[in-house]
């Protein structure tokens, strides 16, 4: 059950509100760094999970660099802090007026998606005069065993450059004037549990790859094999903190690395989403005709993954100790069908104004909310 640091002064705030638990995102970030020391790897947090200022200076502060998806992301982690060169960017959409900025900041590397994506890089490098450094994200055809929504890394995906073009690739890279070829790019999805056998494949998948590369002369200088590792939405407050050193020492295990090379990583979800709470409010409890429904001041204007791919997240109610169980269906307040948050839910009978906590809600949360409905967003609350 959450335990807030300071339980009277919560009691008097308004809500909805994102609760960021500061001690346990400082454990985990530093529970990252350790691994990342022991197995000498490279990490950029994944921003797109959680861009909340004061996570990123924590994260600026401990090392760890930045994995961007927009232009807006790279111009947010450079006015927090972050040196460019610390700064990889990915994504499959990226504007000329993104990829010219992150140009003239200098980055440290494009994680270029297809070959028309080269082809745009080096023409605008080429007419700025500049120079740009490139890892190529190869789909590696690996089945990360999650949501189909969060699947990057199959032959059917929008993400990476397909196998079968590798050599035309190589022959780009060879005839690019302004283009300065640093390494190889995979990310096979999102939410990976089954850890070990997952990630093993990607690696040998990654293998092989790299293997082609070197054979055609370019020298793969670094190798990030993206992010992924779950977190257990079931059971927050018993495993807090995820298994990074099982992550990294399988990647070690499986991916031999030869003289010169750097292995890189890029978690999100894993590091922010098991330091934020939603907390809601119950406006009112609902009988329908087939089940009861608790109706919260907060919905998929939220949080957005419950209706967006059937999310699960543990919820609870903190004003509810001692009651009888009972079952319910848990709603937000949208004129929407889809804003369901949870279904079938066993909770301690739920009465009008009782204290909801949505666990599990760091990554994808507030960066997926909306104003729709016109609804206000929830805001931030931190533990310190």
């Not at 700064?87 to 270029?112: H, P, Q, R, T, W």
């Not at 069908?337 to 009008?352: G, N």
Request: include cysteine; charge should be negative.
């Amino acid at each position: 059950m959450l335990k807030f640091k300071n339980p009277e002064r919560v009691a008097t705030l308004e809500t909805p509100f994102w609760y960021y638990d500061m001690d346990l995102f400082r454990s985990t970030v530093d529970a990252v760094v350790a691994a990342a020391s022991k197995y000498d790897i490279k990490v950029h947090y994944s921003i797109k999970a959680n861009t909340e200022k004061r996570l990123v200076e924590v994260i600026k502060d401990r090392g760890i660099g930045i994995d961007c998806v927009s232009g807006n992301e790279v111009r947010w982690s450079i006015v927090n802090g972050v040196e460019p060169s610390g700064i990889v960017f990915a994504g499959v959409g990226k504007s000329d007026a993104e990829i010219l900025y992150a140009m003239k900041v200098g980055i440290g590397s494009f994680n270029c998606e297809s070959l028309e994506e080269l082809e745009i890089l080096e023409a605008i490098a080429a007419k700025e005069g500049l120079r740009a450094n490139v890892s190529l994200r190869i789909n590696p055809e690996v089945d990360a065993k999650t949501h189909k929504f969060i699947t990057t890394g199959l032959e059917m995906d929008k993400f990476g450059i397909p196998k079968r073009f590798m050599g035309k690739a190589v022959e780009m890279l060879k005839n690019s004037p302004h283009l300065d070829f640093k390494g190889l790019h995979f990310h096979i999805g999102s939410q990976i549990t089954d850890v070990e056998n997952v990630f093993t494949n990607e690696c040998r998948s990654a293998k092989g790859i790299i293997d082609y590369f070197e054979e055609q002369g370019l020298k793969v200088s670094t190798i990030d094999l993206g992010g992924g590792l779950g977190i257990d939405y079931h059971n927050p407050d018993s495993h807090a903190i995820p298994e990074f050193d099982l992550w990294f020492k399988t990647l070690r295990d499986n991916l031999p690395l030869r003289p010169g090379q750097e292995l890189h990583v890029e978690p999100g979800r894993s590091i922010v989403g098991q330091c934020v709470s939603l907390i809601s409010r119950v406006i009112l409890v609902k009988e329908g005709e087939k089940k009861n429904f608790v109706i919260l001041d907060t919905g998929m204007n939220d949080l957005l993954r419950p209706a967006l791919y059937g999310a699960y997240h543990k919820i609870e109610n903190l004003d509810g100790a001692g009651r009888e169980l009972r079952l319910y269906d848990i709603a937000g307040p949208i004129c929407e069908s889809a804003d369901v948050l949870a279904e079938d839910r066993v909770l301690p009978e739920t009465r009008r104004g009782d204290l909801i906590a949505i666990r599990s809600a760091g990554a994808y949360g507030s960066v997926m909310s909306s104003g729709y409905n016109m609804r206000t967003p929830a805001y931030a609350v931190f533990s310190d």
